[in-house]
């Protein structure tokens, strides 16, 4: 009997980027907005570019994980 549950979900990451034109072309991008930073009393002008990407978490039940392959895939 299989016994896996699949849920979708979605990871958003948000990174401070200098060059807008490289990421601005991906699929991901949800968001972009200008932002002035200040490193090391230097101001820097860039992007705050959010992405979205997404996974997909299983549940594995405990007898699949004691008696099936994937204990020989499971690196714990």
Do not use: C
């Not at 699949?6 to 200098?18: A, D, L, M, S, V």
């Not at 200008?34 to 549940?59: A, N, R």
């Amino acid at each position: 009997m299989e016994n896996k549950i699949e849920k979708g979900t979605t990871r958003r990451n948000t990174f401070f980027y200098t060059n807008k034109d490289r990421f601005s072309q991906m699929e991901e991008v949800v968001e972009i907005a200008p932002k002035e930073i200040t490193v090391f009393g230097q101001k820097i002008s860039g992007w705050l570019i959010t992405t979205e990407v997404s996974t997909i978490d299983k549940y594995i039940s405990i007898d699949e994980s004691l008696n099936g392959d994937i204990v020989f895939h499971d690196p714990e």
